[in-house]
């Protein structure tokens, strides 16, 4: 702390305390963090750039002088070594591997647009659930609304899904049904989560007691192990775990679809006993375990990251963050005591969703897409606030690969990059 | 990775997402739009968290995202900075400041220029250094330093015992606050 600091804190004593007991005053909302998690994730969705096919084909094509920012090497500008034009050199020689995976096909540089709206589906939310979600609309109908007077029917319009899964399980699977009230112009909704245990499930009377503004019920449904009632201001939301398997589904009836609208309707006139018994139907079950994504060879991933990714010979000290499913190696490419720069590289399960990649205003300062080998690229300059240099991200149609260089002394070439997400390896089949 | 950027994500706004609220709550005095920036900043982190988990750089960038974003409303010229008139001010105080010294400290706070509460949050809510308070904000030091420094002139004239006593029987008899 400086004398200036020191200064500071003596003329105020006690200012850090008294903040954080006002703060402590402030009145905060009771939010479900499922809320926030479909916020990131719409956010997400609306971030992800459309690469290949019509979006592009409407952008202007620019040099590649023009299109590689800082950190960014093009081959055009330094052909096959790290260190760039006014740094450092490091890396005198190539392994043949290396030079072997620089001979890739790179197309020129196509500017991507911010905020392309998008309506496909968001990538990694696992398999396409929609005939699930279809059917469980219908089991609804049959309890809550036989007529189908206020249910709007699921289809490419409106449909929403909410899912969580992981190696090969579908841990958690939701849909959010409009409710129309005839002659008024509101839009309600029947929220449905079938969890795979209460561990997944969210409701606002289970773990730590009923959440702020809820009033809970234990109740009772058939054969059910465990039921409970939620009510908070004209929202109704029931629990039921069903004692066959022990899923736990979660019915919420709520007057307004806030995704959807901004307008309420009256009420949906659902009563608890009518949910419950909805909630109750075994019908409404997850879906089997989906066929996951072959699992890639983790120490070849490794090793595939040190041979073509870092200078022959490079000391790069890496860390594994990896899950199934999910590979991430990152480290710290150094020459002596100097840092040359960071290097991570990862894969990621697409579920076969692809085609979309990010370019989030608030990471980079712009993405480029290029055709490497027959595929879609998309590069992103990254702005200095988060480390600078570039990301190279490729979404194959089982793995999202990526490989990022945030560049110290040293500089990496981008082809590198581009060279090692396309490679076929982690794009195995079945 | 949907699981795992949604497991990381979870724990993360269920560690953090009371600090954010409360950091923009002392930034803007309104529960309803701190809670507009704390939805914004976590929408955000989101989409980045990949890159800002992978960068250990979760805090900052959701710390920065509720900063930025009241900066950005700040600049709108319907949502300028208003004098207090907060219905949260009429909750009674539990523990801790009573409510003469919660309500002085929150009326000095508001007379604060916004520049000078954003420094004063971050450096003494969030307890960062000149330069990381600097790296938020995108100023420089020394104007961290200065605002600091007029900032906790004008609270400590605020605060002083006898202004306190004006300042906390005017609030109380405005807000109607029960004692």
Redesign the interface.
Known sequence: M?S??QH?QH??PG??D????????????S?A?GD??Q??????RR?RLTVGGAALATVLVVGAGAAVGPGMVDRAQSPDVAGGTDGPNPTPSETPRAQKMMQIEVGDPRPVPWGTPLDRNP????PDHDATLVAWQEVLAEHVDPQWEHLVRRDGSNANQQ????SGQV?ALGSRYGWQNPGQDGLGMLQIAVNRGWREAMHPCHDSGPDEGWQCEAAEAPEATEAWVAERDGQLSVAVEQADDGEVVVLTADPLFGNNSRIPVDELGLSAEALLQAAADPRLSLPADYESAPLLDAAEFEQAGRDLLGPAGADLRVRDAS?P??L?F?GAWRDGRRVLGEL?W?A??TYGVTGEL?C?R??YVRCEARTVDGVDVLVGE?QQ???GGW?VTYAGPVY?V?V?FEPKDGQLPIERGYAFVVDPRWQPEG | ??????EA??AY??AR??QL???A??LCGD?HR??DLV?TA???????????A??D?VDA?ARR?VVNSHLDEGRRPWRRERPTDDA?LD?A??Q??SVE??DA??TA?RALAPGQRRV??LR??W?L??EETA?DLGISTGTV?SQ??EA?RH??SA?APAGRDDTTTDTRTTKGIQR
């Open positions: 400086t200036h600091e500071e003329e105020l200012l850090d008294r903040l954080h007991e006002l703060a402590e005053r402030a009145p905060a909302p939010t963090v926030d998690l916020r990131g994730r719409r956010r997400l971030q990538i990694g939310t696992g899912s969580t899964a992981g841990l899950l499913q999910s991430h990152s991570s990862e990621v399960a990010v989030q608030e990471i990254v606030q988060w480390g990301e999202e990526q990022a | 990775m949907r699981s795992t950027r949604d994500f979870t706004v269920v997402r009371g609220f409360r950091t709550y002392l529960p701190a809670e939805q976590l929408a955000k982190l989101y989409a980045a968290w990949p890159r800002m992978r960068a750089s960038y995202t949260a909750r105080a539990d801790g400041l010294d919660s400290l929150w706070l004063v949050v003494h809510y307890g250094s000149v790296t330093k600091t420094s906790l609270l400590r605060l």
